[in-house]
């Protein structure tokens, strides 16, 4: 067996892992959000944050949600770790955004915050600001699914099939579920434009 067999065996053994009833619970959950007028932010540090850009696009352009990414502004965040600190750069733009109980955070991260161990501390103050607000809190994580994990109303955690590759099947997984849902009947609004040429 090669390193690229094993790597895909791996990303088999997750697809079977997946828990399916928590992936529906999940788009049933964020066409609520939506339907009600809410809005929709994602939150990911490191490659989570590309993802959190990638996904926000599609939620907004396929789903026809409001959804924003702090990350998104370099220029905002980057003042708020200067002026305000690296832990409070999230909670502080929830903050100035009004979040509010009608909306939703969903968080993407490979371990999904840890206060004890000060491992995406970000994540955990804006995690507590939203479940103050009585936001919708939405997670797809890996590992035990941290504090994400304790807080929100419904999380899809990754399973661990290699304690060696927690990271990339992680983030490899979020773009896989993120599009599972933009392409669910009950979110996707739009035809996306490969499928409306190939009609």
Known sequence: ????????????????????????????TLASVRDRGGRLFILGVGGSAASASHAVNDFRKICDFEAYAPTDNVSELTARTNDEGWDTVFSEWLKGSRLRETDAVLILSVGGGNAEKNVSP???????????????????????????????????????????HITPHTEAFHGVVWHLLVSHPVLKAKTTMWESLAK
Request: glycine share 8%.
């Open 122 to 164: 970000n994540l955990v103050k804006a995690l507590n600001l939203a479940k103050e607000a009585g936001a919708t809190i939405l997670g797809i994580v890996g590992r035990d699914g941290g504090h994400t994990a304790r807080l929100a109303d419904t999380v899809i955690i990754i399973p661990t099939v290699n304690s060696a």
């Open 1 to 28: 067996m090669s390193f690229s067999s094993d790597f895909l065996a791996e990303s088999k053994k997750i697809i079977d892992g997946l828990d399916l009833e928590a992936l529906e619970k999940t788009a049933q």
